[in-house]
């Protein structure tokens, strides 16, 4: 698939994976329209990981970014199905409301005291069944229903950014 311009010149221009995120999250946000995306990295063979990168619209919105590499609760699959959910490979989630998702997809209290965010996409960086990043726009305030456009530039870059991530995560990482 053809990604929109403004993400395929993100490609285009940048070869590094530093680069390549640090000039994604925004466009992606602008593409998307919206508040928050992070991206999330991760070694699966000692389950380290951090926020790597995060860009928000305002400053209004939580910065989630992480300073340090730290080992993933051994709570946190139980705690949060949708980390559940990337770490077993599963497809990609699209939740539209939070506040109204089944409990079986998303902890309600646990996105509340974590991410606070209304709406959001949890995509999915995994390679033979491990689990690299987990790249997530967001919604703050109120619901979104995701498009079908939204969906194939999110596939599409499921695609793209999981090469990035591992060799990322085995150039800089833990």
């Known amino acids: 698939m053809q990604l929109p311009a403004a993400l395929e010149t ?4 940048n070869s590094e994976p530093d680069a390549i995120f640090q000039a994604l999250l925004p466009a992606l946000c602008n593409e998307l ?13 000692n389950q380290k990981g951090k926020v790597a990168y995060c860009w928000r619209r305002s400053a ?6 992480d300073s340090e590499w730290s080992k993933e ?16 490979a599963k497809p990609s989630v699209y939740v539209e409301d939070v506040e109204t998702a ?3 997809v998303v902890n309600l209290a646990f996105e509340r ?4 965010h209304r709406a959001l ?3 999915h960086l995994c390679e033979d069944d491990l689990l690299w990043g987990i790249l997530q726009p967001c919604i703050f ?3 979104r229903a995701w498009s079908e456009s939204d969906r194939a530039i999110i596939t599409e870059l499921e695609q793209r950014l999981t090469p990035l991530a591992i060799t990322y995560v085995k150039t800089v990482g833990m």
């Open 102 to 104: 089944n409990p079986e």
């Open 113 to 116: 005291k974590h991410f606070g």
């Open 121 to 123: 996409i949890h995509a």
């Open 10 to 13: 993100v490609f285009a221009d």
């Open 60 to 65: 209004e919105i939580p910065d989630v970014t």
């Open 141 to 143: 305030g109120k619901p």
């Open 33 to 45: 329209q919206t508040d928050r995306c992070f991206l999330y990295l991760r070694n699966p063979h």
């Open 73 to 88: 609760p051994e709570s946190l699959a139980a705690e949060d199905p949708l980390f559940s959910a990337a770490l077993q």
